[in-house]
């Protein structure tokens, strides 16, 4: 009897090639069964990290999730590793000696610093693309040139490294027009001009006096496009690539979009000018030869590629490339996400292919508000305390997303950022999402307080005029 039994349990664990594979596959289940949550290190401290987290454990509870170094909300949900995203070296060591099973990093910077080959180096599983095809947003002079070797439509650009010669092309160009670092400058590295003498001063400013470092030594000088913003995230093994839901961010400080550019003041979605034919066509025409270009180029990209585009006309044109989540993008994009982050990180992060994968997202609408220090985007004080009314986290319609958060001494919680909160408001449409959102918003105390009552305007115009 017994032999007939374990004849029957090794059939079962062969493959139809008998190769074993079936057997190695049911071997690592049950060493996992047995090894507990799994481990998961979230790199980075704002608020699209605390999203990545909250999405991370709504899929699975049961996660063991630490953050890199996380805010005074991560803290609800992962363990806090008192170390920078940019400790890349200390971050490695870390994940091996805790058997981390999957990194996810949530900020550009380790990526650009190669982070990932880091990783790959010590065995070490980790979600994002390699330091040479994070490029593509390390260098905006890169993404220029693999823009037109792939035929991407983008806006007419020319890179400079000569001062002398910048300005003069500056002067054949005319206003308006666009001087951007080509290098990473926080997201504060792209000036639009409206005026000659404007883009001659921006350019004076990164290349001759060096305001953003090396970063700004490279400039890349775009023509300017007008037409509305829109953020299309896709997750990509290198080869396919899926889109997320597309949202759209308020870049400047000011209400109607004026004054100074900041990190985002805010983002909704959906956006209905990005419909599945708008949608179809970025993959097609951007994404799709971004991706094969870079394979080409022996640069395969895989994890988050980032599609900033202006919408000109009703025909797209890339801005810019992100080799990672938007931020705040992700806080109203992830709310509605009804299917596995998790499973396409992980098939990623293996160097498996995601064909077949389908994000669906909820009918709904979610508003992101951000809830900022007064002074932001300039010099701000830290350190006011928060209070965060409870009833807000019994509303299903409410989120509370920390950035610029930490907990003091006393365990108090304090405002530590320019950007301090994301409040996620959802509802059936964008104007009852961001009613919800500015409910939250208002509710929510500290001194100098400051946010944006419009997020998502263009989309309830739109709905106030259908
Ligand atoms: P970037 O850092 O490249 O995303 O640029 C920051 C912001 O500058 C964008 O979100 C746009 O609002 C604006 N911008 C960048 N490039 C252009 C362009 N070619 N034409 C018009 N606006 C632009
Ligand atoms: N929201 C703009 C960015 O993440 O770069």
Redesign the pocket.
Same mark, same amino acid.
């Not at 775009?222 to 007008?226: G, Q, R």
């Given at each position: 009897m017994w032999r007939t039994f374990w004849r029957i349990l090794i059939g079962l664990c062969l493959d139809d090639d008998g190769d074993g594979d079936r057997l190695l596959a049911i071997a690592i289940a049950i060493v996992k069964m047995g090894s507990g949550p799994m481990r998961i290190l979230v790199v980075g401290s704002g608020g699209r990290e605390h999203t990545l987290i909250w999405q991370l454990k709504r899929e699975q509870p049961d996660t063991q999730i630490y953050a890199a170094p996380g805010n005074g909300g991560t803290k609800a949900l992962a363990e806090s590793v008192p170390l920078k995203p940019n400790e890349i070296e200390e971050l490695a060591d870390f994940a091996d000696s805790r058997e981390i099973e999957l990194t996810v990093v949530g900020p550009e910077a380790p990526l650009v610093d190669g982070i990932v080959d880091l990783f790959d180096e010590r065995g070490l599983k980790i979600f994002g693309p390699s330091k040479t095809a994070a490029e593509l947003e390390g260098s $905006?002079a890169f993404a220029k040139t693999i823009m037109e070797k792939a035929d991407v439509p983008t806006?007419g650009h020319r890179t400079l490294t000569d001062y002398e010669e910048t300005e003069r092309y500056i002067r054949e160009r005319g206003a308006p027009i %666009?001087i $951007?670092a080509s290098g990473l400058a926080a997201?504060k590295?792209?000036i %639009?001009c409206q005026t000659v003498d404007d883009a001659v001063a921006a350019a004076r400013s990164m290349m001759v006096d060096k305001s953003f470092g090396d970063a700004g030594t490279t400039v890349v000088v =775009?023509?300017?496009? %007008?037409g509305e913003?829109l953020s299309i995230l896709y997750l990509t093994d290198g080869e396919h690539a899926f889109p997320l839901i597309p949202s759209q961010?308020h $870049?400047p400080i000011g209400e109607g979009d004026t004054g100074l550019?900041t990190g985002g003041m805010g983002a909704y979605a959906p956006v209905s000018i990005a419909d599945d034919a708008l949608v179809g066509r970025v993959t097609d025409a951007i994404v799709m030869p971004t991706l094969a270009q870079m394979r080409g180029e022996d640069r395969i990209f895989r994890g988050v590629l980032y599609c900033?585009l202006?919408i000109v006309d009703g025909d797209p044109y890339v801005? =810019?490339f992100n080799c990672r989540f938007g931020d705040p993008e992700t806080q109203a994009i992830l709310p509605l996400l009804e299917s596995s982050l998790l499973d396409a990180f992980q098939k990623v992060a293996r160097g498996e292919s995601l064909a077949g994968t389908d994000f669906r997202f909820s009918r709904r609408a979610a508003v992101c508000t951000v809830l900022a220090s007064k002074g932001y985007p300039g010099k701000y004080e830290k350190g006011k305390v928060i209070n965060v009314p409870e009833s807000l986290a019994d509303d299903p319609d409410m989120i509370v997303l920390h950035a610029g958060t930490r907990r003091d001494t006393e365990g108090k919680l304090v405002t530590d950022g320019g950007r301090v909160l994301g409040v996620v408001g959802l509802g059936d449409d964008v104007s009852s999402a961001a009613a919800k959102s500015r409910e939250a918003a208002n509710a929510i105390k500290f001194s100098g307080k400051y946010f944006r009552g419009d997020i998502g305007y263009r989309e309830i115009e739109r709905q106030g005029r259908s």
């Open positions: $905006k806006a %666009v $951007k997201g590295g792209a %639009v =775009e023509d300017c496009l %007008v913003e961010d $870049k550019n900033g202006m801005i =810019e």
